[in-house]
T-cell receptor
Framework: GEKVEQHESTLSVREGDSAVINCTYT??????FPWYKQEAGKGLHFVID???NVDRKQSQRLIVLLDKKAKRFSLHITATQPEDSAIYFC????????????WGLGTSLVVNP | DPKIIQKPKYLVAVTGSEKILICEQY?????MYWYRQSAKKPLEFMFS???????DNQTASSRFQPQSSKKNHLDLQITALKPDDSATYFC??????????????FGSGTRLTVL
C-alpha cells in the first residue's frame, strides 16, 4: 500500500536554531500534505499544510516545502523555542478527503534551552 | 476549555469484555472521525461520519461500532476486546466531508489497555 515515511524519528536542536523534518510519499497522485503537532498527553493539532499547486508555504516561523518530482516534503521550523518541542506528524492524501490521509510515524522534536 | 471531549482518558479492560469510548465536540462541526494510534504504527483512520451518517469505514472488524446519538456525539463501541486493541483512540472533527481536505481537530484521546 501507499506510504508516508518520516525520516527523522527524533530531532534535537538548540533553542533559536532551525529544525527540519523530512517526509517522503509513494503515491504520485498525492496532492494534499498537512502537518500536525502532538504535545505530551494531548491530541494532534494542525500546524500547516501545503497543496500540490505550490512548492512553498510559510506561516510565521513555519515553512513547508514540496518537491513533487522527488515526492518529498519538509517542515522547517525557524528560530525554535522550547514550546516547539512535540511530536510532529506529516501526512499525504491524493484526494481531498480526511479518511484517505496516510500518516507518517512522527518525529519527536526536542528544543533545548 | 477543550472543544472535543473524550471520556475516559484512560481505560483498562479485560479480554473479551466490551467498552464504549465517548466523544463530544463543541466546535459546531458536521463531520466526526475516529482514529487509532498504536505503538510503532501510523495513525490509522477508522470511521468518518457526516451529519450523523457513516461516510467511510476503514475498520475491517465489526467489533468496532460507531454510535451517533446526536450531531455532536460520536461514540465508539468495542466488543470482544483483544489485547491487540490496546491503543490510544482519538476522536476528531472537521467542518464537513465534502471531498475537500479540511483541518482536523482532535480530542486528547482515550488510552485503552486490554489485559
Amino acid at each position: 500500500g501507499e506510504k508516508v515515511e518520516q525520516h527523522e524519528s527524533t530531532l534535537s536542536v538548540r533553542e533559536g536554531d532551525s529544525a527540519v523534518i523530512n517526509c517522503t510519499y509513494t503515491d504520485t497522485a498525492s496532492s494534499y500534505f498537512p502537518w500536525y503537532k502532538q504535545e505530551a498527553g494531548k491530541g494532534l493539532h494542525f500546524v500547516i499544510d501545503i497543496r500540490s499547486n505550490v512548492d512553498r508555504k510559510q506561516s510565521q516561523r513555519l515553512i513547508v516545502l514540496l518537491d513533487k518530482k522527488a515526492k518529498r516534503f519538509s517542515l522547517h521550523i525557524t528560530a525554535t523555542q522550547p514550546e516547539d518541542s512535540a511530536i510532529y506528524f506529516c501526512a499525504a492524501s491524493k484526494v481531498g478527503d480526511n479518511s484517505k490521509l496516510i500518516w507518517g510515524l512522527g518525529t519527536s522534536l526536542v528544543v533545548n534551552p | 476549555d477543550p472543544k472535543i471531549i473524550q471520556k475516559p482518558k484512560y481505560l483498562v479492560a479485560v479480554t473479551g469484555s466490551e467498552k464504549i469510548l465517548i466523544c463530544e465536540q463543541y466546535l459546531g462541526h458536521n463531520a466526526m472521525y475516529w482514529y487509532r494510534q498504536s505503538a510503532k504504527k501510523p495513525l490509522e483512520f477508522m470511521f468518518s461520519y457526516s451529519y450523523q451518517k457513516l461516510m467511510d469505514n476503514q475498520t475491517a472488524s465489526s467489533r468496532f461500532q460507531p454510535q451517533s446519538s446526536k450531531k455532536n456525539h460520536l461514540d465508539l463501541q468495542i466488543t470482544a476486546l483483544k489485547p491487540d486493541d490496546s491503543a490510544t483512540y482519538f476522536c476528531a472533527s472537521s467542518q464537513w466531508t465534502g471531498g475537500s481536505a479540511e483541518t482536523l481537530y482532535f480530542g486528547s484521546g482515550t488510552r485503552l489497555t486490554v489485559l
